[in-house]
């Protein structure tokens, strides 16, 4: 159940030993004022539907929280730890004084925080925020209305949120997975009272050390630690098969784990056959068996593995449109990302600022039949544009290359390390949150 706190307090009202003095002119001061912490706690209300049960901690301390450690990256303990000894942070999470006697709440809450708090819901606290701010530069020249009643830019483009994992290799990856099956074995082995089967454990991490330690690693020598690492799973997982028919149970957690190596396994396998390195759905990581690659070209960095994500940019505020793990094309989702923008400002933008894999068919139609102006991409060969409006443009599409880079730099979207696939969702909304509780910070200062 959820217990309503007594609203936002003042700095004056904050109890201070004797000695202490914060000052109002703190950056932390300054971004709790900036948040509207009634309307979001009504929102946060809405998520516990049950009367009953232990009263969940309030949601300044749960948001606040949040806020604190995606902006410096600390742990889950860390952040509990700060908050316990620094008094702005107390102030920031709503604390009624400052008291350093406990921490304000244990550690593994942060992943409760972290569940409740998804895309959607950070997505509409995003929006609280940006409404309580009132700038000028909703009416510079460039944002005047047009004969058919548009206005604004809309700068859209799509980018990857890198895990933090290994990088998958074949090798290590089965022998991964050889790993977790010999565990499964070792679990079910405590509720038989017959001889332990022979998996050859030993044997299968000398072939792997092997392997690893050799300085060239040629075709040859890789398909056959592939193939060694691949009779050593499958012996393993049909070690698993005849415990469980004879009557073994595993946990919830540990079926899943067991259909991962089932997919991991099926996977190389084709792959090994087929002398391929592409199948799909390809599994990359044991532990989060959801995340894709994502073959992004450039230099340095062609695949990338983690989320790739949508964001649009209007009047400088950041939005997170849309994520997913799989490698979706961006072009799909800029009608979607123009129709929420009329939807939320009354009207449709100016001009559309894109990339060029967003100029297809259907995108052009749709801008010319709403009068949307769309600089996206190179034009065709016979179309004819004005050079100093697409340089402009161009210019003005950096915007949204300035908010990835400085999200990936300062805001944890640069490697997210969160395990769950909710809460990799909950690292790359609320990393934008704080790009625009920077940026409305720096517009105050």
Request: glycine share 4%; hydrophobic share 30%.
């Amino acid at each position: 159940m959820y217990r309503y706190s007594n609203g936002q307090i003042s700095l004056s009202d904050f109890n201070q030993p004797a000695g202490m003095n914060l000052k109002e002119s703190n950056r932390w001061v300054k971004k709790a004022q900036t948040i509207p912490w009634l309307d979001i706690e009504k929102r946060y209300a809405k998520l516990f539907t049950n009367r009953k049960g232990n009263v969940a901690k309030p949601l300044r301390l749960a948001l606040g929280a949040c806020i604190i450690q995606a902006e410096y990256g600390f742990s889950d303990e860390e952040t509990a730890l700060q908050i316990q000894e620094n008094p702005y942070f107390q102030y920031f999470c709503g604390n009624p004084g400052y008291d350093d006697s406990k921490q304000p709440f244990d550690p593994s809450l942060m992943v409760y925080f972290r569940k409740r708090l998804t895309p959607e819901v950070l997505g509409e606290i995003n929006e609280m925020i940006l409404k309580t701010v009132t700038t000028s530069e909703n009416n510079d020249d460039h944002n005047t209305p047009t004969g058919g009643g548009n206005s604004g830019t809309l700068i859209v483009d799509a980018t990857c949120a890198p895990s933090d994992i290994r990088f998958p290799q074949d090798v290590s990856l089965l022998n991964e997975a050889r790993e977790n099956a010999e565990q499964i074995i070792d679990t079910l082995q405590e509720q038989s009272v017959e001889e332990k089967p022979r998996t050859y454990r030993n044997k299968a991490h000398k072939d792997s050390l092997k392997y690893m330690r050799s300085r060239k690693h040629n075709v040859k020598k890789t398909r056959e630690a592939i193939r060694k690492q691949l009779q050593y799973l499958r012996r393993d997982l049909s070690i698993v098969d005849s415990m469980l028919q004879s009557g073994l149970k595993l946990s919830q957690k540990q079926q899943l784990r067991l259909e991962t190596l089932r997919k991991i396994y099926e996977q190389q396998k084709y792959m090994y056959d087929n002398h391929t390195h592409s199948v799909p759905d390809r599994i990359v990581s044991v532990s989060q068996p959801f995340i894709r690659p994502i073959v992004r070209g450039k230099a340095g960095k062609p695949v990338e593995f983690g989320a790739k994500l949508d964001i649009s940019v209007s009047n400088g505020w950041a939005r997170l449109e849309y994520w997913s793990f799989d490698a979706y094309n961006e072009a799909t989702k800029l009608v979607e990302t123009i129709e929420r923008y009329r939807a939320r400002e009354g009207h449709y933008p100016e001009r559309v600022l894109a990339d060029k894999i967003y100029r297809n068919r259907e995108n052009l139609s749709y801008c010319k039949l709403h009068g949307i102006r769309p600089a996206l991409g190179r034009p065709r060969r016979d179309e004819q544009r004005d050079r100093r409006q697409t340089h402009f443009d161009q210019n003005e599409r950096i915007e949204v290359e300035r908010q990835f880079s400085f999200a990936k730099r300062k805001c944890n979207l640069g490697k997210v390390k969160t395990k769950l696939a909710e809460t990799v969702g909950f690292t790359l909304a609320m990393s934008i949150v704080v790009l625009n509780l920077r940026k409305i910070q720096h517009t105050l200062s």
